[in-house]
């Protein structure tokens, strides 16, 4: 899709990069440069668009993660283990989704820089083309390859804290017996109250 669209902006720049010379060479400038302008404006709406549905996509993910892990994982060591049998695995989970969930506070940093650079180079284009100068060249978004790195590892950190917290919750799990004993002493704080 976003291919599409700079192939789109591409065409539209080069039909107005033609010199005119007559009325009706000038007139096919006039649509030329009216079909580029509604081409970086539609371009420049999609990567708004985009930026604002990544936003929220953005924080929905970070609260899901975020509170998922940490109340599952609490929740289990206060009722199933308090005194963990590996404590360890329950750090290198909580670690990982820490670590995951700061990668992925970067990710969105580095997200919203990528889309301004879009907008950006889209905006230099607009000017030229309303200067009657030709299209600057388009600079690689360095930002791009930063997301794809910073989401491969947050995601590889994701699986690390969930692999550990799900090996936590197997090496934790109660026993017949330990589930026997506990009906028992809470038969016992029922007499005691």
Same mark, same amino acid.
């Given at each position: ?30 649509? !030329? ?5 509604? +081409?970086? /404006?539609?371009?420049?709406? $999609? ?5 604002? =549905?990544? *936003? ?45 969930? !700061? ?5 969105? +940093?580095? /997200?919203?820089?990528?889309? $301004? ?5 889209? =905006?230099? *284009? ?54 026997? /004993? ?12």
């Amino acid at each position: 899709m976003a291919s599409e669209s700079r192939r789109r902006l591409l065409r539209a720049a080069r039909r107005l990069r033609r010199k005119t010379s007559s009325a009706r060479e000038r007139n096919r400038d006039d649509d !030329a440069r009216r079909d580029y302008f509604n +081409v970086c /404006s539609a371009e420049r709406n $999609r990567l708004i668009g985009s930026m604002a =549905d990544q *936003a929220k996509a953005y924080d929905q993910a970070i609260l899901t993660l975020s509170a998922s892990a940490i109340a599952l994982s609490l929740t289990y060591v206060e009722k199933v283990a308090p005194e963990p049998a590996e404590p360890l695995l329950l750090g290198v989970a909580w670690t990982a989704f820490t670590l995951a969930v !700061a990668l992925m506070v970067a990710s969105f +940093v580095a /997200s919203q820089r990528a889309f $301004r650079h879009e907008i950006e180079w889209v =905006d230099r *284009a607009w000017n030229a083309a309303t200067s009657d100068e030709a299209p600057p060249v388009r600079a690689p978004n360095r930002y791009t390859r930063l997301l794809g790195v910073i989401n491969a590892l947050a995601g590889i950190l994701f699986v690390i804290g969930l692999l550990s917290l799900v090996l936590f919750g197997v090496l934790n799990r109660p026993t017949r017996i330990h589930l026997k /004993s506990q009906a028992a002493c809470g038969e016992c704080h029922e007499r005691i109250a």
